[in-house]
């Protein structure tokens, strides 16, 4: 069965540092999506890309984020000077095989990402 | 803005026995809505999602109902078993292609063997 596939599985890095989070979604899906969950609390909404374009973000998706599908199979989420507050796990998930679906996303094991 | 509360937090039952999770949700003008279940450390799997028009999406022992206009929805668990041991959330979408779910806190259930 096709999956959403994540790397690195955890991430540890200091404050101010540049990461990157990697995910190759199901390969005929159209929408890419970023969540995230800090220990404890909900899953949020940050970014969901369509088209190649960001199609909408939450508030939390500042400046200090991009994404970017720098090829046919990869997208990835950029933090530029990562906060204490952005330690969470985060999920890529993709979903829609056609530009009317409305269907299950498909959400990926996660990178777990500590910020020191 | 949408808010999604699960009831119960946490739900602890003998093996074999039926059960219902319950979801609510302020914001009644939804596309669709899915339950998800999460397992400790892993990623999220949809289990069901029922469309806006329909009432309800059945999936072998899963049973969801939606009821739009009062903003809740239904996960109904038959024959529980020690594998169905997980978290469980529920997420309304508000925008056409997926976009945006608001998640709630989950459901932690456990089936005791």
């Known amino acids: 069965e096709p999956e959403v596939t994540q790397t690195p599985s955890h991430q540890v890095t200091q404050m101010g540092q540049e990461v990157i989070l990697r995910c190759v979604p199901i390969s005929n899906h159209l929408y890419f999506y970023w969540y995230r969950q800090i220990l404890g609390q909900k899953v949020e909404f940050l970014v969901s890309?369509?088209?190649?374009?960001?199609?909408?973000k939450s508030e939390i998706f500042d400046d200090q984020f991009s994404v970017e599908r720098p090829d046919g199979s990869n997208f990835t989420l950029k933090i530029r000077s990562t906060k204490l507050e952005d330690s969470a796990m985060y999920f890529c998930?993709?979903?829609?095989?056609?530009?009317?679906?409305?269907?299950?996303?498909?959400f990926g094991s996660g990178t777990q990402l500590s910020v020191l | 803005k949408q808010e999604v509360t699960q009831i119960p937090a946490a739900l602890s039952v003998p093996e074999g026995e039926n059960l219902v999770l319950n979801c609510s949700f302020t914001?009644?003008?939804?596309?669709?809505l899915q339950w998800f279940r999460q397992d400790p450390g892993k990623g999220l799997t949809s289990l069901l999602l029922i469309q806006s028009s329909q009432r309800e999406q059945t999936s072998g022992r899963l049973n969801a109902s939606l009821d739009k206009s009062s903003g809740r929805s239904t996960l109904y668990i038959a024959a529980s078993q020690p594998g169905d041991s997980a978290t469980y959330l529920c997420?309304?979408?508000?925008?056409?292609?997926?976009?945006?779910?608001?998640f709630g806190t989950g459901t932690r259930l456990t089936i005791i063997p």
């Open positions: 890309f369509y088209n190649n374009e960001i199609s909408e």
């Open positions: 997420a309304p979408c508000s925008n056409f292609g997926n976009e945006k779910l608001t």
């Open positions: 914001d009644s003008a939804i596309y669709n």
């Open positions: 998930a993709s979903s829609g095989v056609t530009d009317l679906d409305n269907e299950k996303l498909f």
